[in-house]
């Protein structure tokens, strides 16, 4: 982390400006505080980690939604923070807010509106919403049941006492005034009831679709359906209990395709599934919850599909208006192991004081160190090129020359961007100088060589031009071909062979007929040959 810390300034100019920064740090009252309060931070920090590593969550019944939120839950906290979850089953949300206040549980799961009333006392903390709940009013379809006004005076089942769909439909009935039977049945009873007509109709609140024991109903009882909530009704209880509802719609076709059921959209209410809190639980655990449900966001998608495409960190807290503290520094920071990290980077203060008064003289003899490695690993890896390029010069000494003048480059690049030092640097020069010069001189007498043997083929040329012009011709079209071949390869350079070029030019421009019989005849044939030639040349 320190290298990181420092990646941005020179090590030289570190160590120059070391002395004066101890002396600033010293004098400097507000370093020394931030020094000595990091060291009791870890202390402090030390002294968490020490804690018991698990934590009891109070959910619902077996099998049942919460329950399943528990269990998600547990397995996040085990793969992100290494946290174990003891899940305790209950009848719901009222006697999971009761656990949590009598301190016989650290976490609950709750419906909101249920909490709503302990966190405006600041009994509880929320930590994050985990799904929606939507009210569903589930009736035959051959009732008389319209609305959901039509439940006064019938019988309904809401669940039995204490879980959170009994103090949902309680308080929808009484803040509409409406009036009606009560039947406390379990869930699989209240079904057997509407069944046989001992029921008018089933309150149940529950993620959109997450209760598989509710899809199922649906799936073997097709002559169940949904009953809407009146829009006048949901903006009574939302403005008698602002924060705890909201206006929803169950979509067509939520539980059923064929028939669809509901057959159409209909107005409803939900509330949020919130995990809760006490004020007083320890902040490092309320962290690393929120932080493994923030973590692993998209697997809460089956009980709260908005997940899947929106923003994690808005939806885990929207509309809460009392998040534990350690909560919605999660939601603003992200993991809470990286605290102190996020505090280090954002004080330069302590960065020096901690710097300087524990890592000097550690550092300044690792720096030495790592520049002496760094150096010898430099000029042994130059030596090995070098070696490496001196297997190319016998057959191919351009190409060689050009390696070694790519390895000076890249060098020089080192040496101004501040990664060698001027020693180093100069060693290495030397190393690559040595062999550039021999490389040149190489190439120099390879050119040398070059021009030698042209002359003798210009003169072997003219030789065969005197007695045999047409094999003479043919030798220059060979010889140009030869000068081609070597520039292609990198034999030559380009001014070499523009050298030989000239050379074979001069030799053919001075070139005269020394047979003076027949003059007159052959004049015409001598001109056109040497045409010929010239443009062989040419060409």
Known sequence: MILELFSRESWANLLDNMTLKRVQFIYHPKAVFLLLSALAGGVLLSSCSSHSNSITISSGNIGSYYYSLAEQIQKSTKETVKISVENRDSQGSVQNLKRLREHQVDFAIVQLDVANEAMRKEEVKAVAILANEYV???????????????????????DTPGSGMSFTADKLLKTNHITFQPDYSSFDEAFKKLKYGQVDAVIYVGSLGASKKLRQQFVNNLDLRLLPIEPPLVNHLTVFNPGSYQSAT????????????????????????????????????????????????????????????????????KGLFDIHPAAQ???????????????????SDLQAGVFILTTTSVLGLLLRQWHRQKSKKMVTTTTNRINELKSLLPDDPQQALDGIEALSQEHRLMFVEGAVTTEVYEQLRQKTQTFTDQCRRLLEQHRKKFVMETLLLLDEWQATLQTNPEEALKKLSHIKQQYRDMLLSDQVDIETYVELMQLTLISLMALTPKHSHNRTNHVKNDQTLKANSINAVET
Request: hydrophobic share 35%; glycine share 2%; aromatic share 10%.
């Open 136 to 158: 569903h009013v589930i009736t035959k379809k051959d009732s008389d049941l319209k609305t959901f006004t039509d439940l006064q005076g019938k019988r309904v089942a809401v």
């Open 250 to 317: 169950f979509p067509i076709g939520t539980y059923n395709s064929r028939p669809p059921v509901p057959d159409k959209d209909i107005p409803t209410l939900s509330t949020a599934t919130v995990l809760v809190t006490r004020p007083d639980m320890k902040r490092q655990q309320v962290a690393l919850v929120t932080w493994s449900i923030l973590s692993t966001a998209r697997t809460y998608s089956q009980f709260y599909p908005a997940l899947q495409d929106e923003e994690p960190k808005d939806l885990l807290r």
């Open 329 to 347: 520094e999660v939601f603003e920071h992200g993991d809470p192991r990286m605290a102190f990290m996020r505090f280090w980077e954002n004080n």
